[in-house]
């Protein structure tokens, strides 16, 4: 062990630590709370559901302690452990290229930990969502789900992986910068190619059958200054009973999508209240922020990543002796969380910030009633928290929590004489 080696022990048990400490919060904040309804929804939202969302949430924080206890184990194993070590020391054996041996040891550490994540996320969905009324997968579609997935990784994930290696290998110095652009380049490929070619594989999308509802969005469409591909309904409930809307992709290849659980609980002003707040992502241009947002992230990482492909230490310091490129890279995006714990409040503060304004500009051109009610709705269906830990939601949430949302939403819709 060297220096490096006591740097990421402390922090590893730091970022844990203060995981494990924000999730006690929040169960110990919920359980608090669970046996009142907070004033702003003591009309809309009953005891027993306010009671069931805190029980729910409290079942998933324990999940995620469970989680982050074996993601810290796994680290270990496959680093300080020698389990990348193995499995190099495995393919040494074989008379592979330096690129397609690369290759398959990052392949081959990714499937184990699919493969030692499984049962969590198997528990979580059949156990944990079934308990609460969410789960309406089969275990044969999830097993569809997790194949076509892996197909997918592999499908498009081993050829960025031969490129980045034969560019690390083959360009210089800056391999780095290059390295970059290739990912910039798959990544917004990728987003624009997923609402129409990627999506469709696990779900099923229907342009929104509906004259009357069609006709009031098509208007709203026009006032706003957008076009897509059409509004399409997403048939959710085939997995969950969950519901949302989001918008994806860009260019001509955008979309708005609603889930079909969603619009069986709404009425069209929500509706129409809930595709202002989409609209107000495109408007306000958070999708392209959050891209150039992430491409200057990726550019730093790549940087760093480039000198530490250099440092000795940094391989031996994780119990790597074979250093190679295949190895810097997995280090390096497997290690790399444990150093950037704090930068997610700042994230969850952008996001959220990106929230309140697509509300402030639903307010514009739809009810901001209706708005409040969709997400109420959406609360109680989904069996939201409405009394999260102020630390835990400013550290997770890329939503403003319940009372805040509503409180700014109640403010917008007040005459303006009133909020003077």
């Known amino acids: 062990m060297n220096t490096f080696t006591y740097i990421f022990l402390a922090a590893l048990v730091i970022s844990y630590a203060v995981q494990l400490w924000l999730a006690q919060r929040q169960i110990t904040h919920i359980r608090s709370h669970q046996n009142a309804v907070p004033s702003a929804f003591k009309e809309t939202i009953s005891l027993d559901v306010h009671k069931k969302a805190a029980n729910y949430t409290i079942d998933k924080n324990f999940l995620s302690k469970i989680s982050g206890a074996l993601d810290v184990i796994v680290l270990l194993c496959l680093t300080l452990g020698g389990g990348i070590e193995i499995v190099s020391n495995i393919l040494s054996t074989y008379d592979f290229s330096p690129v397609t041996s690369g290759t398959c040891l990052i392949l081959s550490i990714f499937l184990i930990l699919t493969v030692v994540e499984l049962p969590l996320d198997i528990y979580q969905t059949f156990k944990v969502e079934e308990k ?63 609402p129409t070619f990627i999506a469709p594989l696990f779900n099923k999308f229907s342009l929104l059958d509906n004259p009357e509802l069609t006709a009031r969005i098509e208007s709203l469409l026009s006032k706003c200054g957008f076009s897509s591909q059409g509004i399409f309904v997403m048939d959710g409930s ?53 891209l150039v947002a992430s491409a200057v992230s990726s550019l730093i990482g790549f940087a760093l990543l480039g000198w530490l492909a250099t440092q000795n230490w940094f391989y031996s310091g994780l119990g790597v002796d074979q250093t190679s490129n295949a190895a810097a890279l997995l280090l390096f995006f497997l290690v790399s969380p444990v150093f950037t714990l ?3 409040p700042i994230t969850a503060y ?28 959406l609360y109680r269906d989904n069996a939201s928290t409405l009394t999260p830990d102020p630390l835990y939601s400013a550290f997770h949430y890329s939503h403003p929590p319940a009372t805040i949302r509503i409180a700014n939403l109640v403010d917008k819709s007040k005459p303006i004489n009133e909020t003077n």
């Open 132 to 194: 609460y009324g969410f789960n309406r997968n089969t275990p044969k579609r999830y097993i569809a789900d997790q194949i076509l997935q892996l197909s997918l990784t592999l499908l498009l994930g081993a050829p960025l992986l031969v490129a980045t290696l034969w560019i690390m290998a083959e360009i210089g110095q800056y391999w780095w910068l290059w390295a970059w652009l290739l990912l910039l380049t798959c990544s917004l490929l990728l987003t624009w190619a997923y």
């Open 238 to 290: 085939r997995r969950s009973g969950h519901g949302n809307a989001y918008f994806t992709g860009f260019g001509s290849n955008k979309r708005i999508v609603f889930f079909d659980t969603l619009i069986d609980s709404l009425d069209h002003d929500e509706i129409e209240a809930v595709l202002a707040h989409e609209l107000g992502h495109f408007k306000r241009k958070h999708v392209i922020k959050m």
């Open 342 to 344: 704090f930068m997610q």
């Open 350 to 377: 952008v996001q959220r910030k990106h929230e309140f304004e697509a509300d402030d500009f639903a307010s514009l051109f739809a009810k901001p009633s209706a708005l409040i009610s969709a997400l109420v709705k």
